[in-house]
């Protein structure tokens, strides 16, 4: 089977403009309805897609997390191009901790972190993300060998020295948590791993906004654009774009 692979999208439509990033191992797939229901309510959205991801795993584990945030960067400075001054971003997981990370370090309207890790994360359960991912990835290209591709044996071929170096700037973002005073909406799916679910806690008391909420969803996991509850999710990032003072 051949696998389409995902690409950027950008969608113009009103002066409002959102950013919406992915996860790791995710790609634009994970944002593109959130994307849309957005630009049908007159948002401009532009989803970057971090380099490596989307494709082949011998392709991701051959980049860093250097490269993915500055696809990030590059994405930030595509609306700031085309014209847009205010620019909120919106992510889920990996793409949430970007989220925070690109309000410390650029000017942003308001920022939604769905699902977004904050705490010191064990290298191993970044690893084995990589593993289940090229396993889907052989299934869904046919290329899955049922007696060799065991996932011990993938480990040991998907090997990513750059997890720690990911790890440090998850932790570095968290400790200059404190310096964000940009409005910031943290969703959490309380079906996902208790790590993400402390994570928003952490990031609630750290930042500094004083406009700062949490919303829970009962039914939903890790990317919350996608579990069961991703209508009342699209809905809850509307209302709170909706809710800030725009210069229009």
């Given amino acids: 089977m051949k696998i389409i692979p995902p690409k950027p999208f950008t969608i113009e439509k009103g002066n409002r403009a959102v950013l919406l990033l992915h996860g790791f191992t995710g790609n634009t797939n994970d ?3 959130l994307g849309r229901y957005l ?3 007159n948002y401009t959205v532009h989803a970057p897609l971090y380099k490596g991801h989307g494709g082949d795993p011998k392709t991701l584990i051959s980049t860093n997390p ?5 696809s990030v960067l590059e994405g930030y400075d595509e609306l700031r191009k085309l014209g847009y001054d205010e ?5 889920v997981s990996l793409g949430g901790i970007f989220s925070l990370k690109l309000g410390e370090e650029r000017p942003i309207k308001a920022i939604v972190a769905m699902s977004a890790p904050a705490l010191a994360k064990s290298v191993d359960s970044l690893q084995d993300r990589i593993v289940d991912y090229t396993i889907k990835y052989k299934k869904l290209s046919g290329t899955f060998d049922e007696q060799n591709d065991s996932p011990s044996t993938i480990a040991d071929s998907v090997r990513m020295p750059a997890l720690q170096y990911l790890q440090g700037m998850i932790n570095d973002t968290s400790a200059k948590l404190n310096q964000l005073e940009t409005p ?3 969703l959490r799916g309380l ?3 208790d790590y993400y679910c402390k994570s928003a806690d952490l990031i609630y008391n750290a930042v500094n906004s004083r406009i700062k909420s949490v919303k829970s969803f009962i039914n939903s996991g890790h990317i919350l654009t996608l579990d069961q509850e991703k209508e009342l999710v699209f809905e809850e990032v509307y209302r709170f774009f909706e809710g800030l003072q725009w210069k229009e």
Wanted: hydrophobic share 45%; no cysteine; net charge neutral.
């Fill in 39 to 41: 630009s049908e309510r």
């Fill in 66 to 70: 250097i490269e993915w945030w500055n």
């Fill in 191 to 193: 079906r996902d791993d």
């Fill in 31 to 33: 944002v593109k309805r």
């Fill in 87 to 91: 620019i909120a971003v919106a992510g």
């Fill in 184 to 186: 910031v909406h943290i």
